[in-house]
């Protein structure tokens, strides 16, 4: 009888068990460190897809004109509306392929941080159009699962603005960081990216927030907002996906950890970003402090920009202390400092001429076109679009200096 009731129970859990949908296997943190889903040591190492899903204006080789709607402007008031659309189109479409991801695996990256605007998932005008949607993120991600990547989202424009500069394409100031309306949208589009990929294990996370509140606006006593702000937004994703990592940034350019008090959730990692200084231990140490401290995971988000030796030293440093690594950025026109590197078009010059110039009336504007060579419609259409095809991965070479510095094959 005994022995009946036992295969009975047995049969039932077995029964019970097979009804399971079987659960994706998520990355997760465990104390410091990150594990796959099998439980092996995760040391995350890998680069920013920067410029893709927010053009900035120092990788078109601009200053003054910075933002991506400044690009835009300037770029439709030399080929009109439905030129400068179809520009970005082409350039979304081909600056970021599956022969990129496939790339870099085989360099040996695990990771990839992907930048985009939020404008991307809303009615906010977005380089042309109303709402893309996910059809680039849904790419990318698709991509690095079929490489074995991870994918880290990275909200680098919030609404609002987190930065109040260029990188955030804001209005000035980090109204994010006050604004309660801007505040529930943010909450509202991390749950909604949070849903749609609740169940995606190339997924590794969330980084909810790019390099908040700078320098400029410490003054304004802006950061004892952050990690109330980042506890509203984690609120709203778990409430969708229980499962993945969220990452959350210091301010001042993501380098402030004094913002932070103990972890708020069983699953966070912290980030931050160091540029332009000497590759030595005390330049992170604060980080590995609040590491050990708190018993949590570090991701440098973002470092690079400079020369060979100096990425490699701080590699080597990041990799000896046990930090997770995503260097800055994958890809840019004439530049030696990263990974993938593509040539100017010729006549671009003509371009940067008209982009950096003033035109803050419309009679400067036509002074311009009277004035300066090279600025024809057609011709920057052709710039423009020899841009976009030098990008592509086929017409890019690497820099083979950064690429050992980085530990890449």
């Known amino acids: ?26 990355a997760y943190v465990k104390g410091k460190e990150i594990f796959a889903a099998n439980g092996e040591v995760l040391h995350l190492k890998g680069v920013n897809l920067g410029n893709w899903l927010l053009p900035e ?69 977005f380089l042309g159009r109303d709402i893309q949607g996910y059809t680039y993120l849904d790419r990318a991600i698709e991509w690095c699962g079929k490489y074995g ?14 930065t109040g500069d260029n990188i955030d394409d804001s209005d000035g100031f980090p109204w994010l960081m006050i604004d309660t309306g801007m505040q529930r949208e943010v909450c509202d589009l991390w749950q909604d990216i949070a849903r749609r990929f609740a169940a995606n294990a190339s997924v590794i996370g969330y980084n909810l927030l790019n390099e ?46 004094s913002v932070f008090s103990e972890p708020f959730d069983s699953n966070l990692a912290y980030t931050f970003h160091k540029y332009w200084m000497p590759p ?9 402090d609040f ?14 920009e400079n020369d060979d030796e100096w990425v490699k030293s701080f590699r080597e440093l990041l990799d000896a202390n ?55 419609p057609e011709a920057i ?3 423009l679009d020899q841009f976009v095809a030098n990008s592509k991965f086929e017409n890019c070479f690497p820099n083979p200096g950064y690429c050992e510095a980085l530990g890449f094959k």
């Open 1 to 26: 009888m005994k022995s009946s009731i036992y295969l009975f129970i047995m049969l039932t859990a077995l029964v019970v068990a097979c009804d399971q949908p079987a659960k994706p296997p998520f």
């Open 381 to 383: 259409k052709a710039v």
């Open 212 to 257: 908040p509140i700078p320098h400029y606006f410490a003054k304004d006593s802006l950061k004892p907002y952050l990690e109330p702000l980042y506890k509203r937004i984690t609120a709203a994703i778990r409430e969708v996906d229980p499962d993945h990592i969220i990452f959350l940034g210091g301010a001042v350019w993501e380098t402030d950890f």
């Open 149 to 162: 990547i991870y994918v880290l989202l990275d909200m680098h424009a919030a609404p609002g603005g987190q």
């Open 57 to 125: 204006g120092y990788m078109f080789k601009l200053s003054k004109c910075s933002a991506p709607r400044k690009i835009d402007q300037a770029v439709r008031e030399l080929i009109g509306n439905t030129a400068t659309t179809a520009f970005w189109d082409n350039y979304l479409d081909h600056y970021i392929t599956e022969p990129d991801i496939r790339w870099l695996a085989d360099a040996g990256a695990n990771v990839v941080r992907l930048p985009f605007d939020y404008r991307l998932l809303t009615h906010d005008d």
């Open 322 to 376: 046990e930090i997770h690594w995503t260097f800055w950025p994958y890809k840019k026109m004439n530049n030696t400092r990263g990974p993938m590197n593509f040539n100017q078009p010729e006549g671009y010059e003509h371009f940067i001429g008209y982009a950096e110039s003033d035109r803050q009336t419309y009679g400067q504007i036509r002074m311009l076109k009277d004035s300066l060579p090279g600025i024809q």
């Open 291 to 304: 590491r050990d401290k708190y018993q949590v995971p570090i991701l440098m988000g973002e470092s690079g």
């Open 280 to 288: 030595e231990q005390k330049q992170i140490q604060e980080y590995i």
